[in-house]
């Protein structure tokens, strides 16, 4: 099955970009995912990319993939307040294997 | 995309007692899954609840503590029973759209055991 890390913690100042970084053990994933769980609430899909891809960007969201050496990270632009959760990364087909997620803590 | 809600929110139990949590998606989807996650955890698969089929555990989960019905293609329920203490967690259900990569979730059950 799939194994993914995480680092715990990330604190940023606000309007500094945040890089998660993640890495994982199956490389017959599909799709890789990044979701965001803020205090009390479920699971928002942000985005997601395809294995065959490189880099995905979305608005203020860019994911890159590196295959070669199973890394996946997600940066957000210009980290507002609103960005504070837990970011968890996940791949593994339909049976998501989440990794421990990182807090991301936006400082004023 | 697909909206979940779920039933109830949260819920305050004693240990023994069970509870059933609802899970309903405003769209027929075949693939559904229960996770759970406890305080200050990640979250772990329980079962794939596809409908047509007998749920599918994963390791570590078993019917007897965990039934799981899915009458139809909107709905599946989710049984904790015979509660214990550490059976308290968050309880969330999730689905993929046919035709879709993308797995959606819903908003969670906050199950307290006392």
């Known amino acids: 099955g799939e194994d993914v890390e995480q680092s715990l913690f990330l604190s940023v100042r606000e309007g500094d970009s945040s890089v998660i970084n993640c890495t994982y053990t199956?490389?017959?994933?599909?799709?890789l995912y990044w979701y965001k769980q803020e205090p009390g609430a479920g699971l928002q899909l942000l985005t997601y990319?395809?294995?065959?891809?490189d880099m995905k960007q979305d608005q203020r969201l860019t994911v890159l993939l590196n295959k070669k050496d199973k890394h996946l990270s997600l940066r957000i632009a210009d980290t507002q307040t609103g960005d504070s959760a837990i970011y968890f990364c996940?791949?593994?087909?339909?049976?998501?294997?989440f990794g421990t997620g990182t807090q991301l803590k936006v400082e004023l | 995309s697909a909206v979940i809600s779920q039933k109830p929110s949260r819920d305050i139990c004693q240990r023994g007692t069970s509870l059933t949590i609802q899970c309903q998606v405003d769209?027929?989807?075949?693939?559904m899954f229960w996770y759970r996650q406890q305080p200050g955890q990640s979250l772990t698969l329980i079962a794939t609840?596809?409908?047509?089929?007998?749920?599918?555990?994963e390791s570590g989960f078993v019917i007897d503590k965990f039934p799981i019905s899915r009458p139809n293609l909107t709905f599946s329920t989710l049984t904790v029973s015979n509660m214990s203490p550490e059976d308290s967690s968050i309880y969330l259900c999730?689905?993929?759209?046919?035709?879709?990569?993308?797995?959606?979730f819903g908003p969670g059950t906050r199950l307290t055991v006392t």
């Open positions: 199956d490389s017959s994933s599909t799709y």
């Open positions: 990319i395809f294995s065959n891809m």
């Open positions: 609840a596809n409908q047509g089929s007998e749920a599918t555990y």
């Open positions: 769209s027929q989807v075949t693939m």
């Open positions: 999730s689905v993929t759209p046919d035709s879709s990569y993308e797995q959606y």
């Open positions: 996940t791949g593994g087909g339909n049976k998501l294997t």
